[in-house]
């Protein structure tokens, strides 16, 4: 795998770049953006918004998490948190977030958010292989679908 970045957003927060993949002994290119979110938010986490394929926020904990169950628990405790601010609209990391574009579980389109987040985590439970694409240098990360909120732009911009 090989990344260059290809230019920066006019403000400098957004970066494009180009992924190159060797896939059956062909070159496979695909362009992302990546930039930083909430640098002055007070949070110690990284965070940031990415395009590709969907809108997503990417968080990298501060203290690197090495266990899927330690990892799972933390996504239940922030699920949890959400539920008390509710009917404030909130982002919540889920591992269905990544692992849908990966893998499609079957019926996965017809399943509630919460039933296939569950059918997800038993599935990484059994397929450990698969757990990979939830780290980012070996540390598990935070995805959340921004896709409903992709129209809030202009604030990401201000951020």
């Known amino acids: 795998m090989k990344t260059k970045a290809l230019m920066d957003n006019a403000s400098g927060s957004i970066t494009v770049y180009e ?3 060797k896939h059956r002994g062909e070159w496979m290119r695909r362009r992302m953006s990546i930039g930083p979110l909430g640098e002055e938010a007070g949070s110690k986490s990284k965070c940031y918004y990415v395009i590709y394929d969907v809108h997503l926020v990417v968080k990298i904990p501060v203290n690197p998490i090495s266990e899927f169950e330690f990892y799972n628990q933390s ?10 601010l509710a009917p404030k609209e909130c982002i ?3 591992v269905s977030t990544i692992m849908s574009m990966i893998h499609k579980l079957p019926d996965s389109a017809n399943l509630p958010v919460d039933r296939l987040e569950e059918k997800y985590v038993s599935w ?3 397929k450990a292989k698969y757990q ?3 780290k980012i240098k070996n540390t598990f990360v935070f995805f959340m679908d921004f896709s409903k909120y992709y129209f809030l732009s202009h604030i990401i911009d201000n951020l």
């Open 19 to 21: 992924l190159r993949i």
């Open 75 to 84: 996504i239940e405790k922030e699920g949890q948190i959400v539920e008390k």
């Open 92 to 94: 919540v990391p889920r």
């Open 124 to 126: 990484l439970r059994r």
């Open 132 to 134: 990979k694409y939830l």
